[in-house]
């Protein structure tokens, strides 16, 4: 744990332990829940590993990363899958989120997890803490979009077609993004062995999430609109 938080700065941390603290009294006996990823669910995740330790109680966590599941079994929080169960409910953290609830997620490159979380959950909680909160989607972020390999070049032209200003790759160093022309490292890979390509664009319309998904090769992007969510804050 010591080592993760040494490769991850932990911004705004007070108010992400707030939060941690608010979701964990949500946690009861027997329950299956979906535990997203980013530094948010980190620290949710510990607060939760308290609770089960000091109260005794018997939960399964369905992580949306493979860091996140290695935390839980330093947790000891025993681990299942969407193919063997369904969370009860599920937490995760957002990058943005507009006055309609729509967010971008996904800048720790787990969205494709995470929305499948989501859509197989009775009830999905978003702990978000002020710096989340945007006038409209894109004002800080880009949109991840995780694509097959194969598939790079195509959705390049694709994504440059729907009205992206600006494209650059996801790099394997930590924080380090190049643009398109100047890829010379080596691209991040996903836990599903993909590669992340973020899009900037000028104005994010309600039709884009499906408009980007209709795109072969594209697996999943971090728009999130129209989802049913409780915002925790």
């Known amino acids: 744990m010591e080592e993760w938080e040494q490769r991850k700065e932990i911004t705004h941390r007070e108010e992400k332990e707030r939060l941690a603290s608010k979701i964990v009294q949500r946690v009861k006996e ?26 005794g109680l018997h939960i399964k966590a369905i992580p949306t990363s493979n860091e996140i599941e290695k935390l839980c079994k330093t947790l000891a929080i025993p681990t299942t899958s969407l193919e063997q169960e369904f969370p009860d409910w599920c937490f995760d953290g957002a990058d ?10 996904g800048m720790g490159a787990a969205m494709f997890r995470e929305k499948l979380n989501m859509v197989n959950s009775k009830e999905n909680y978003i702990l978000i803490d002020s710096s989340k909160r945007v006038e409209r989607l894109g004002e800080k972020h880009p949109i991840p979009i995780e694509c097959e390999k194969r598939a790079a070049n195509y959705v390049i032209q694709k994504v440059k077609e729907l009205g992206a200003k600006k494209l650059e790759w996801r790099y394997q160093e930590e924080g380090e993004v190049n643009q398109l022309e100047k890829g010379i490292q080596t691209k991040f890979i996903t836990d599903n062995g993909n590669y992340i390509l973020h899009a900037w664009f000028d104005k994010i319309p309600s039709s884009l999430e499906k408009d980007l998904k209709q795109i072969i090769g594209v697996i999943e992007t971090g728009l999130f609109i129209g989802y049913p969510i409780h915002i925790i804050q």
């Open 96 to 105: 943005e989120v507009d006055p309609r609830e729509n967010m971008i997620k």
């Open 30 to 55: 027997g329950e299956i829940i979906g535990f997203g990823s980013g530094t948010t669910s980190y620290l949710t995740a510990l607060a939760i590993g308290r609770k089960i330790k000091e109260e």
